[in-house]
């Protein structure tokens, strides 16, 4: 079992930044892929950015060139630094963490952060 706690939402004007972490502890050695997912009022939930354990990194293109996706392994924690946002970003964010690939189902979930861009 592998369980993920979020932290670092909150409220956040146009234009403002914010970094999320995803902790992670129990059987990390399963772990190959995480991601970050998120999901607004009345939409459906959507990857906005995952990174495997060779550091490969991907985005949705609504957030290329504003987010980062990292991961410390030292520290069992993967961050998502989040510049320059848009009321459009506001939504709960999960963080997943999967044994092969973020695109099979299963895998393991955090509890979620909220993060609001608003003036």
């Known amino acids: 079992q592998v369980q993920l706690v979020e932290s670092g939402g909150g409220l956040v004007q146009p234009g403002g930044s914010l970094r999320l972490s995803c902790a992670a502890s129990?059987?990390?050695?399963?772990?190959?892929?995480m991601g970050w997912y998120r999901q607004a009022p009345g939409k459906q939930r959507e990857l906005v950015a995952s990174i495997t354990t060779g550091g490969t990194t991907d985005y949705a293109d609504s957030v290329k060139g504003r987010f980062t996706i990292s991961r410390d392994n030292a520290k069992d924690t993967m961050y998502l630094q989040m510049n320059s946002l848009k009321p459009e970003d506001t939504a709960v964010y999960y963080c997943?963490?999967?044994?092969?690939?973020?695109?099979?189902?299963?895998?393991?979930w955090g509890q979620g952060t909220q993060v609001t861009v608003s003036s």
């Open positions: 997943r963490a999967h044994q092969y690939k973020l695109t099979l189902p299963g895998g393991y």
């Open positions: 129990g059987s990390i050695f399963r772990i190959n892929a």
